[in-house]
């Protein structure tokens, strides 16, 4: 009767990690050119191009996007890689999720409490954005997925799902 699709694609900023990486791989590249043109161009031609090489995958080569696709009561969640490679991240029906509510909401702090709560960010990572929290339990195991979803969304959840969601 709720056959619906909808489904959220989001940018997201890269992490940390890989924000040193891109300044790591500019730092190097400069330093094999500056090597490549004072010191010996026939020895330090082929590392030289191997570091820029590697400078030009990391910052061109390492954006992201998630998509959180909800069917029927299920939840997909897959990264997109530069807008060509897609990976799966995970997929859960809405029978094994406890709650979805914002950040910082008092629904959370029993999972928050938890020393053994394993924990995923699959939002933009972004200020001045709306985030919530899926409380999600399988087999045992307390995830806290923090994700961006938008009003639809969360209007297609609360159809069939309107006691598990929080606004």
């Known amino acids: 009767m709720y056959d619906f699709q909808i489904t959220v694609l989001l940018e997201a900023r890269p992490d940390k990690q890989t924000l040193m990486l891109r300044y790591a791989s500019l730092a190097v590249a400069a330093l094999g050119l500056l090597a490549c ?3 010996n161009p026939l020895l330090w031609a082929l590392p030289a191009a191997l570091v820029i090489f ?10 992201m996007e998630y998509e959180y696709l909800y069917f029927d009561g299920t939840i997909d969640i897959d990264k997109v890689i530069d807008k060509r490679k897609r990976k799966s991240i995970m997929s859960f029906h809405m029978n094994d999720v406890i ?4 950040v ?10 938890n020393p053994k709560t394993k924990y995923m960010d699959l939002s933009s990572r972004k200020s001045n954005r709306r985030v919530y929290e899926i409380v999600l339990q399988e087999a045992g195991e ?3 997925i923090r994700f961006e979803p938008d009003d639809r969304f969360l209007d297609g959840i609360s159809v069939k799902y309107g006691r598990k969601v929080k606004r």
């Not at 590697?54 to 954006?63: A, E």
């Not at 709650?99 to 914002?102: E, T």
């Not at 909401?105 to 409490?113: M, T």
């Open 37 to 39: 043109i004072w010191i």
């Open 54 to 63: 590697w400078w030009w995958r990391m910052w061109f080569h390492t954006n």
């Open 99 to 102: 709650q979805i509510a914002p």
């Open 104 to 113: 910082g909401d008092s629904l959370l702090e029993s999972a928050h409490q």
């Open 142 to 144: 307390t995830t806290c």
